[in-house]
């Protein structure tokens, strides 16, 4: 076959990918969130007729003889840059800005380590904030992934929520019932409780009652000695169910409390705090703060489907930062367990304990990679209520779409061309 037919060959080729491009842009003209995607082509092999020279005092140069064999798909970009918005829910959230929210499985919290940034990317990105409660008390996206970021674990005695910089998917806080001296309003413990967990002294319903309490998330440590690695894990709070009283060796038994409900859920949107009030004791408590993912090159994330994106090779670091530079402003407790202002590292107020034989020294901390810290997000915000529209211009895919087709059509007259002087060629045989 001539070199014709075959650069017309690429050239079907490549503006079939075109095709199927711009097919995925207009398919997804009303998704939410959609990036839309461009085709570069490049000419492709060029074969060498006659080289070139620069000539002499007494000839001239000569340009090179070449000729190309077509083109092909050289990259297929993804344009991350956002559009409208269109109204939803209450609890939807969309992104002002650069900057994904950051979901996952519940157990991915499990694999995060400050001394290793690059497992942040065990999360995933996305532009979509459907956000909404499930049943079980966590924020959970529309496909069910939870919504990662910072958990509120109590109040200090100032009033002030004390934030974790544990990266953990958002929950509401627990409650339990227990009974509270109606005198004091103060709950009944220790002592003052019988093996069955009534109080020793008084009347229920005249000097005690039974009244919901919220109970935060814990602190778990995990792992100690001088071989193996030391970690602490947030988790929901628990109360004891079972237990052999005779036999003081017996591992107790534990079981999660029920989840609090919560009511009249508002997203700051210079923050990225989440609030609400509880529906049993009436109280407005701060649920946590949103985590923002930062990548080094937006463009560069790779799609895996469902509106969802992975910091692979091409997007650079995953930085994990807060809105309105809430990092340097919450307070949080350290590896003491005493209260600080402000979160330096993602998991970092435990910093001593990511190391090979933590219990040696309590004093040697670890110097956590500047990944790690969590920084501001900069100028974005969040818009609540709202969704982010696709970034998808219809009038640009048609033309596109007309383009290509033409594109094609020449390709394919030049095979029929070419295939009617072959035709010729060998007609001259009869």
Not at 200 to 219: A, C, L, M, S
Not at 357 to 376: H, K, R, T, W, Y
């Amino acid at each position: 076959m001539t070199g014709s037919m075959y650069a017309s060959i690429g050239g079907l080729k490549a503006h079939m990918q075109k095709l199927s491009v711009i097919g995925n842009n207009v398919a997804n003209v009303n998704t939410q969130g959609y990036k839309t995607q461009r085709t570069v082509f490049r000419d492709t092999v060029y074969s060498t007729y006659r080289s070139g020279s620069d000539g002499t005092q007494v000839v001239g140069g000569k340009n090179p003889s070449q000729l190309g064999y077509g083109s092909s798909v050289a990259s297929i970009d993804l344009d991350m840059s956002s559009a409208t918005y269109n109204p939803g829910n209450p609890t939807d959230v969309a992104i002002v800005g650069d900057g994904f929210f950051l979901v996952g499985d519940k157990d991915v919290a499990d694999v995060i380590d400050p001394t290793n940034p690059d497992s942040f990317k065990s999360l995933n990105l996305t532009r979509v904030g459907d956000l909404r409660q499930d049943a079980n008390g966590y924020f959970v996206d529309g496909t069910g992934k939870c919504v990662y970021g910072f958990l509120c674990v109590g109040v200090s005695e100032s009033g002030e929520p004390i934030i974790s910089d544990q990266l953990v998917p958002l929950r509401a806080p627990r409650m339990q019932e227990v009974p509270v001296d109606i005198k004091t309003g103060q709950e009944i413990t220790g002592a003052g409780l019988d093996a069955d967990g009534i109080p020793n002294t008084g009347t229920e319903g005249v000097d005690w009652e039974y009244r919901k309490v919220i109970r935060w998330p814990q602190y778990q440590q995990e792992g100690e000695g001088d071989t193996g690695t030391t970690n602490i894990k947030l988790q929901d709070a628990q109360k004891q169910v079972g237990g052999d009283d005779q036999d003081p060796d017996a591992p107790a038994q534990y079981e999660p409390l029920p989840p609090a409900t919560i009511d009249g859920i508002t997203i700051n949107e210079k923050t990225g705090c989440i609030s609400g009030t509880t529906k049993d004791t009436k109280e407005r408590v701060i649920i946590g703060y949103l985590a923002i993912g930062s990548v080094t090159n937006p463009n560069g994330v790779t799609h895996i489907g469902s509106s969802y994106y992975t910091a692979g090779p091409g997007a650079g670091d995953l930085n994990i930062t807060m809105m309105g530079g809430m990092g340097k402003e919450v307070t949080t407790v350290n590896a003491q367990g005493n209260e600080v202002k402000g979160m330096k590292y993602v998991n970092g107020s435990i910093e001593g304990l990511y190391r090979e034989g933590a219990q040696d020294d309590p004093n040697d901390q670890v110097d956590l990679p500047e990944e790690s810290l969590i920084n501001s997000s900069g100028k974005t915000e969040l818009m609540t209520g709202f969704l982010e529209a696709p970034n998808v211009d219809l009038a640009t895919e048609i033309s596109e779409l007309i383009t290509t087709q033409r594109g094609y059509q020449a390709n394919t007259r030049i095979i029929t061309v070419t295939d009617s002087m072959l035709e010729e060629l060998v007609n001259m045989k009869r």
